[in-house]
C-alpha cells in the first residue's frame, strides 16, 4: 500500500472516499465543518436526521455531496474530543479501515490523522494510520481457490496541518513506518501458513529468499551441524518429527563496522502437538502459529534493512517441529543443552523452551549488546494478560524500561512480570540440573526462568506473545506483533546514539 501526505484542500480532494471525523459537540469542527460547508450543510442534516451519531465507533457512508470532488464521505464518530487518547485514537483508525474494506475502493483520503490525541503529537498520528491501514486491509487468501479477488485498498492520502519542516519530517515518518508494516505483513504471511507448508526448510528458504532482497546475510546450520555444536536440546524436540529441524541465523550490518548487534531469538515450532505429551485435539489447528516469534524476527530484519536502519541486527531463529514420533521425547528424557546444563523433560509440550535454550547459548557467538527473545511460549501468558499485552522479563531493569516504552509508543504494548529469584526453585529436577516446567502456578515466570539459565553472559529481555501474536476462533489471524515494537526499539536505540 501507498501512504502519502495529502496536498489538496479537501474540496478539491478527488480520492475515491475521503474518511472524514465527527467530534461530539455543538459544532463541527475541522475537515468536517469544511466539507459541511462546502456541501451546503449535508453532514449536519445527517446527523440531525439521526443517520450518523459522533459516538465513538459510528460510521455513515455518504454519496454525491454537492462542493467536493470525491465521490463519497465516510463520516467516522470519534466520541468527545477531550477523551480522545491513543487507544480509542487507534480503534477509531481501525474502524474507519474496516469500513473502507467493505466500501471496496481503492484509493481514500484520511482526514482522521488531523485530530488532537492526548499526549500523541503528528507524527504519531501519522504512524499509527499507516500501521492500522496497512494492517485493516491485510488478507490472508492465497490458499483459497476462488478467482473473485475483492478490491484492494492500494493508496491513502494522510491529511496533516503541519507546514514547513515538520512537513518534510513527517515525509520520512510514512517510510519508516510503511516499512514496518511491510514487515508486519510478511510476519503474517509467515504465522497465517499451515504446518504442511511452513515447515522448519520452509522458513530457512524464506530467509534465503529474504537475502536475495536485501543487504542481509543468511545461514542455515542442519541437524548434523547442530549436532557437532551439541545441541541436544533443540535437537531432541525435532527428533519427534519428519521434518528435519533448523537453526537459521540472519545478519544485516546497517550500523558501524564492529558496533556490537543486536540479537533477536525467535522461536520457530511449525507445528506444536506437544509431542507425548499430546495437546487436546480442540484448537489443535492453532499451534501452526506456534513459529510466531520467529515470523517477528523475520518481519524485524525486513523492515529495518528496508529502512536502512543504522544498527546491526541478528536474528537467531531455532526452528522445528513438535510432534509425537517414535525417537520423540518421553516425559523424564534427560537432555544436555549446548552449555552443558542438563534438562529433565517433565513435559514435552514445554518444548518451545528446550529450542530456545540452544539459540540463546549460540546467540554468544555474535557478542551482542543485547539479547531478545521472541515466543509464543506459555499458555500461562494468555491466562494472565489476555490478548492485549505481551509479557516482558528479563535481567536488566535498563533495557525493559526501554522495551515498555517502545512497546507504548508503537501501541504494541507489553506488562513487565517478576522474574526473581524465588520463583527458580520451582523448576528444580532432583535428577537433571533443572527441569523443563515448573508446575501449574506463574507458568509464564518460571518458563522465563528457564530460559534465565541459558541468558547469564548477555544483557537480556524476554516477550510471550502467546496472547498477541494471533487472534482466535473464526477470524483467526496473525497479528505481525510484537514486530512494531521491535522496530520501535531499534528506532529509539539508533536515534539515541
Ligand atoms: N506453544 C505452547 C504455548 C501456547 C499454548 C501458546 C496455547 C499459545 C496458546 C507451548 O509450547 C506449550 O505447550 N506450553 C505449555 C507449557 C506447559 C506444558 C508447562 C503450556 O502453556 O501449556
Ligand atoms: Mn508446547
Ligand atoms: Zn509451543
Known amino acids: 500500500m501507498k501512504f502519502s501526505l495529502a496536498t489538496k484542500p479537501i474540496t478539491e480532494d478527488n480520492a475515491q472516499c475521503l474518511i472524514i471525523p465527527l467530534l461530539s459537540g455543538k459544532q463541527l469542527s475541522g475537515a468536517a465543518s469544511l466539507a459541511d460547508k462546502a456541501s451546503k450543510g449535508a453532514i449536519t442534516a445527517a446527523i440531525k436526521a439521526g443517520d450518523i451519531s459522533t459516538s465513538r465507533g459510528k460510521t455513515l457512508l455518504l454519496r454525491s455531496l454537492k462542493g467536493l470532488a470525491s465521490e463519497r464521505v465516510l463520516l467516522v464518530g470519534c466520541g468527545k474530543a477531550d477523551e480522545l487518547d491513543a487507544t480509542r485514537f487507534v480503534a477509531i483508525l481501525n474502524t474507519a479501515g474496516k469500513a473502507l474494506k467493505s466500501i471496496g475502493c481503492s484509493a481514500a483520503s484520511c482526514y482522521l490523522t488531523e485530530l488532537d490525541v492526548k499526549n500523541c503529537d503528528t507524527s504519531w498520528n501519522i504512524s499509527q494510520a499507516v500501521q492500522s491501514f496497512s494492517s485493516t486491509s491485510y488478507q490472508f487468501n492465497e490458499l483459497k481457490s476462488g478467482k473473485k479477488k475483492p478490491v484492494k485498498l492500494k493508496k491513502i492520502t494522510l491529511s496533516t496541518t503541519a507546514s514547513g519542516a515538520e512537513r518534510k519530517s513527517l515525509k520520512g515518518i510514512i517510510d519508516t513506518h510503511a516499512a514496518i508494516a511491510s514487515g508486519v505483513e510478511l510476519a503474517r504471511n509467515l504465522g497465517n501458513r499451515p504446518g504442511n507448508i511452513c515447515t522448519p526448510t520452509y522458513l530457512a528458504e524464506q530467509a534465503k529468499q529474504l537475502a536475495t532482497e536485501l543487504p542481509i546475510k543468511v545461514t542455515v546450520l542442519t541437524e548434523a551441524q547442530m549436532a557437532k555444536l551439541k545441541m541436544d536440546s533443540l535437537l531432541s ?30 522461536k520457530g515450532v511449525t507445528f506444536d502437538a506437544g509431542g507425548i505429551s499430546l495437546k487436546p485435539a480442540g484448537g489443535m489447528e492453532e499451534m501452526k502459529y506456534d513459529m510466531c516469534g520467529a515470523a517477528s524476527v523475520f518481519g524485524t530484519l525486513q523492515a529495518a534493512a528496508a529502512a536502512k536502519l543504522p544498527i546491526n541486527l541478528v536474528g537467531i531463529i531455532p526452528t522445528v517441529e513438535n510432534m509425537p514420533d517414535g525417537l520423540a521425547n518421553k516425559p523424564g528424557d534427560v537432555v544436555t543443552s549446548m552449555s552443558g546444563t542438563t534438562i529433565e523433560i517433565i513435559n514435552t509440550d514445554a518444548e518451545g523452551r528446550l529450542i530456545l535454550a540452544d539459540a540463546l547459548t549460540y546467540a554468544e557467538r555474535f557478542k551482542p549488546e543485547l539479547v531478545i527473545d521472541i515466543a509464543t511460549l506459555t499458555g500461562a501468558c494468555i491466562v494472565a494478560l489476555g490478548g492485549h499485552l505481551t509479557a516482558l522479563l528479563g535481567n536488566d531493569q535498563p533495557l525493559i524500561d526501554e522495551l515498555l516504552l517502545a512497546g507504548e509508543r508503537s501501541h504494541d504494548r507489553a506488562w513487565q512480570l517478576p522474574l526473581l529469584e524465588e520463583y527458580q526453585q520451582q ?53 505481525g506483533r510484537p514486530v512494531p515494537l521491535l522496530m520501535q526499539f531499534l528506532i529509539n536505540r539508533s536515534q539515541s546514539k
Do not use: Q
Open 427 to 479: 523448576i528444580k529436577s532432583n535428577t537433571a540440573d533443572i527441569a523443563n516446567v515448573g508446575g501449574r502456578a506463574a507458568g509464564t515466570v518460571t518458563a522465563a526462568c528457564f530460559l534465565s539459565r541459558f541468558a547469564e553472559d548477555y544483557r537480556w529481555a524476554h516477550l510471550d506473545i502467546a496472547g498477541t501474536a494471533w487472534k482466535s476462533g473464526s477470524d483467526k489471524n496473525a497479528t
Open 237 to 266: 524436540v525435532g527428533r519427534g518429527s519428519r521434518e528435519p529441524s533448523k537453526l537459521i541465523s540472519m545478519e544485516y550490518k546497517g550500523g558501524v563496522k564492529g558496533a556490537k548487534p543486536v540479537v533477536l531469538v525467535g
